[in-house]
């Protein structure tokens, strides 16, 4: 049974309850909730920064891990290591190569930037049009 406006409706909604009887319905049920949005976009997931940036590796790293929260638990330790790697491996790059680069890492992030705003626009048409 549901209660609706101190109403109480059968499970198919064909009946209600007044305090004596079932008594068939005369007036429709107020709409279901609609379903409840997606826990994980993809959107969220895309990382806008360079690969090569400490941030940007980071973030991919952290990525690779499962969406549980237990397996991330437990990767953790594994994937923090790897980050420090990498993070080890940049700065040494940055060293060495890192002010030629630097032309080249801003015209590669507005393309990542649009790619993120593509996929974002993308779940927006999805969710208002029902599509997946």
């Known amino acids: 049974m549901r209660t609706y406006s101190g109403y109480y409706y059968s499970d198919d909604g064909r009946w209600v309850w007044d305090g004596r009887q079932w008594v068939p319905t005369t ?3 107020p709409a279901p909730l609609p379903a409840p949005a997606p826990i994980h ?17 980071a973030k991919r790293i952290w990525n690779l891990l499962p969406q549980n ?12 290591a790897l980050i420090a790697v990498a993070w080890t491996f940049i700065i040494g790059w940055y060293c060495f190569f890192g002010l030629l680069l630097v032309p080249f890492w801003i015209f590669r992030r507005g393309g990542r930037r649009r790619k993120l705003e593509q996929q974002r626009h993308r779940e927006l048409m999805a969710a208002m049009y029902g599509r997946r």
């Open 69 to 80: 929260p237990w397996w991330r638990l437990g990767l953790a330790t594994p994937a923090l």
């Open 27 to 29: 007036t429709p049920q």
């Open 41 to 57: 976009l993809r959107s969220e997931s895309m990382v806008v920064q360079a690969p090569f940036s400490l941030t940007g590796s």
